[in-house]
Structures are given as C-alpha cells and as structure tokens.
C-alpha cells in the first residue's frame, strides 16, 4: 500500500510565525499523500480575554461552555485553518481545510451524553469523543492530490460543533486510514522527543513499547500532557498504524525516517 | 446539461437562527447539484467592537485592515460557515464548507495592487477582486453528492487571505460552472426582490432586463447596496448564466420556479 503520513502540529508551532512557516514547508516537501491536523494556540485564550470571556475550570480541567465553543470554531475552524492553507497554497501544496462537520469528516459524541441513568455526569461542556472518520472522503481528496488540513473541531450529526482534543482526532484519522494506505502518525511538537529528563533536550528516549511505557509512568517521567499523547500514540500503533513517532517540529523529514524522536513500538 | 443552483444568503439571514434554519430546510430539499455563498451578517461587526477594534471608514468606505481581516477570517470562514454545515448536515445534506483558499478554489488579487506607477492607490485594505474559480475542484465535489458551502474569503496565491464580497464570488462561481453545468444564480435576502417602492414589499418588480435596469437607475429607484447586487445578476446574465432571479429567503422554491422574486433578462 502507498504511504500516508499523518501529522500533528500542536499550539506553540502555530503560535509561532517563524516556526510555522518553517514547518509548512517542509511539510510542502514531504513527498505522497499527508494529512495535517492543527492544535489550537494560545489565540483563543487571548480571544477570550479581549472579549471578556472568562475560562471556566471544573476540577482543574477547562470546561467548552457555549462563549469558548464559539471563539474555538472561529478559531481553529476560521483562523487557524484558512492561514495555514493559504501559506500552504503559496509553497505550491494544494491544501483543503476541514473541520469535522465538513463532508461529515469526523461525527463524535458529546461527551457525558451516555451515561446510565441515575448517574449524574459532569459537565465537560462542549466536548466530542469521536465516534466516526469519513476515511472516504479523505481517500478521495488525497486521490486528487490534495493534502487536507484538519481542525479539531467535530460534529455530532445533530447539528452541534465540538471541541474534540487534536492529538486524538490525528490518531482517529491515522487508525480509519488504514484501510487504504500505509500510515504513519507522526506527533510534532516544540521538543526533541519524550524526554527522561524535561529539562535536558539530549535526554531523548529513541524508543518506547508498552511495557517500558508502564515502567516510564510509575517513575513518574511520563505525566500531565505526555500522557494523552503518549497513549493515543498507542492506541494508533495497537491497531495497525506501521510507524509512530513524537519528535519536534523542526524534525519532520529526520523523524519520517526514524533519525530523530521518539519511536513508539507495540 | 444539468441544472446547478448556486444561492446567496445575505446578513440578515445568518443573523437569525430562525430564518437561517428554515431557509437550510429549504435548501436540503432544493434538488440536485447546489452551491450556497453566505455573507456576513453583524457577528464580525459585534466581534469587533467588543474587541475594541476600530472600524476605519474611508470616504464612507469601510476599510478591511489588518485587524477586521482577522475577524472576517474567524466569523466568515470558521464560525458561520462551520455552523452552516454542522446544521446542514443534520438535515441530511451533505454540505462541506470551503473559504476561497481551500484547494485554490478562488483566487483573486489585492485591490490596488495593479495601479500604474506614479498613481498613488487608494489603500481598499485587504480586499480581493477575484481572478479566476477553481471549477473543476467544484464539479468534482459535486459529483460526489455534495454540497458546497462557501464563505467570502478568498486568497492571493502568496499566503494572503483577502476579504471578498459575497455578491461577487456567487456570480464569479456561477458564471465559472457554465461550461459544466446550466446554472441558476438566485440571490435571497430579506426583501421580496427588487421593489417600485423601498416601504411596500407588495411593488416587486417582476423582471428587470437591461433597458429598464438603466432607466430604474435614472429614476433613482435602484440605490446603494442593491446597485452592485444588480450589477454582478447583469454580470451572470450577460456571460452566459440561464436563470438569474433576486428574492426572499423564504421563497427559494418560488424563485427557483419563477413564481417569487425578481428576474433578470439580458
């Protein structure tokens, strides 16, 4: 089967111009079919406070309500999405931007909607758990030599838009593809890697499986952020993505051929 | 050849969710191939205020800095595009929702851009006039049973989005589908179409062709935002588009029919 890669830049690359416009070429260069799902930044944060929009917390956790959900879509879904299509377009990338409304791209569940009755569920707010990807659709723009450029906002057929967290929604994207393609899920941030020690960027583990995974989070190396991704990261890789892999975002080529990041095996 | 309907939704619409959701009704039950350009409505205006963003006027011209680009790119693109497709997909209409930069579907080049040397341009801000449609990216995805959902943002081909009137790109997109397709080009707002009389919405004008679109002109019966609207249904009608018709919202299927509206003739 052809390759696929799917790519996950997350907030700090977008918050960055110059980091950006870095990527977004090499991303350019990258040879065959890709898809790029985009986190959010720091500018919704900042929307929100110019509006006099106050971040809900419940227990720690930020909380979608209805202001956030709509300064998410316009956004991710407006912002974010169309200027990295557009830089795209002007590297000679013919990028398609989709949320997961669009073409009915990604249909997930809000999130505390099943719950058994008599149990009262907390309140997350307008948050998605995927339950569906349109891998069809995505064939299909691929096949017409498009590269797509995902947000992480989904839908949930009923008309409402979701926040869905991006790390999953690449993951998601990566396990419906498949089907279709070779895939590889490749996770971009602003580090080297998973770090045995957060703050040396030459403490790189190269390579990770389940079980050392385990062993990384009862020593308490692996925690808070890491641990969402690191566990989507397994998920791909347990259900047949062929290659995996966290590294930085000025790595992206390096980290294709398994030269830089962190490798995440089964 | 097959018809194709390509709808433009104005402001007033979007800035009711009961009239926008019972016109999407309608438009889901529009049969075949259908394209809908929305506008903006007063959100990106709210937006702004409450951002404390000046709107600049220039010679009682609004000016698209770089500020209310922004804007425009989140409200247009991302919030009401996205929420247009969310309900159109809960209504069982395939809709996918493209600015202009997605897959180079409309490219266009910055106002003031191309003044001869020695004449000082006015500064129009970031506003696009539209070179060329990608029609065979449109064709393509309706082919494939979508429906296409188009915000006014275009792209410069060099990483700039520009804000673009909505107007303009439904006849662009109308007139770039001839060779594809027998297009209609309807454009719905909130009046029963091009009134004898601004305060009685019972003095439709049944049909306006090109001598008698002067004379209104003369007489002053046609002004201010309804003069562009006219000019771009002239604009279809003389390259070629069979069916141009100015109406209300709730009359889709009248207009579409012939029984509702206004209509233009060569």
Redesign the interface.
Known sequence: MDPLYVIKIGGNIIDDDLKLSSFLQAFTHIKGPRILVHGGGKMATR?AE???IKQQMIEGRRVTDAGTL?IV???????I???I???L??YGC??????G????LIKSRKRGSNVPAGIKPSDYGFVGDVETVNDGLLK?LLS?D?CIVVAP?S?D?????LNTNADTIAMEIAVAMIRHFDVSLIYCFEKEGVLMDASDEGSIIPQIDTAYFEELKMKGVVTDGMLPKMQNAFSAINAGVSHVSIGHADNIKLIIDNKSGTNILA
Request: net charge positive; glycine share 16%; proline share 0%.
């Open positions: 929307l110019s509006m006099g709509k879509t316009m956004v991710y879904a407006g912002y999405n169309k200027n299509v557009a830089q377009q002007s013919n990028a398609i931007g989709l949320s409304a669009d073409g009915n299909s017409s498009h906002i839908h057929g009923n008309g409402l838009l």
